[in-house]
T-cell receptor, first 112, second 115 residues
């Protein structure tokens, strides 16, 4: 069964610094991979997704992620953090039929 | 842009009372999901519908939780009786089925507090 690990439940960076949120998944089967963002007391919003093709995927709000099959990773990055990026981020590989498996989440804090 | 609608946004109820949540998915989305999200954790799938049929309810506490999607469109999740441990965010999501990349679209959620 598919599983996912997000390293670091809490990441803190300064405004303007690089953001790196780590995600590793378990399945050796080529996956579909998603990153979602959740602001306080709101639902989840899709940031980006990898299905097939180019392994570097660009999403909304300046975020991007790279699928690395050899490392079973799908880390999320943003070159320059903004205060509005403060939120909870979830990595979610495809599980069974029409299912996503959500990680525990990483809370991103931006310091002024 | 079409969105998933949920109501209410917030609900406070006393232990042992009944509570119900409503979800209206994006038009044309055949698959509907109910998730429970405990504070500080990722969403946990409670039930998955394909049209009006339950596809997966293996994590639904069936002694107190029930879900229905009678006409294959909107859905209701019920808890009776509510327990203190049910306090959480309840999220509804929907997705297309055919030709899908498995992307799920989420509603704003219902924050339940059981006192």
């Amino acid at each position: 069964a598919q599983s996912v690990t997000q390293l670091g439940s809490h990441v803190s960076v300064s405004e303007g610094a690089l953001v790196l949120l780590r995600c590793n998944y378990s399945s050796s089967v080529p996956p579909y991979l998603f990153w979602y963002v959740q602001y306080p007391n709101q639902g989840l919003q899709l940031l980006l997704k990898y299905t097939t093709g180019a392994t570097l995927v660009k999403g909304i709000n300046g975020f991007e992620a790279e699928f690395k099959k050899s490392e079973t990773s799908f880390h999320l990055t943003k070159p320059s953090a903004h205060m509005s990026d403060a939120a909870e981020y979830f990595c979610a590989p495809k599980g069974g039929a029409q299912k996503l498996v959500f990680g525990q989440g990483t809370r991103l804090t931006i310091n002024p | 842009e079409a969105e998933v609608a949920q109501s209410p946004r917030y609900k406070i109820t006393e232990k042992s009372q009944a509570v119900a949540f409503w979800c209206d998915p994006i038009s044309g989305h055949a698959t509907l999901y109910w998730y429970r999200q405990i504070l500080g954790q990722g969403p946990e799938l409670l039930v998955q519908f394909q049209d009006e049929s339950v596809v997966d309810d293996s994590q639904l506490p069936k002694d107190r939780f029930s879900a229905e999607r009678l006409k294959g469109v909107d859905s209701t999740l019920k808890i009776q009786p509510a327990e203190l441990g049910d306090s959480a965010m309840y999220l509804c999501a929907s997705s297309r089925t055919s030709g899908s990349s498995y992307e799920q679209y989420f509603g704003p959620g219902t924050r339940l507090t059981v006192t």
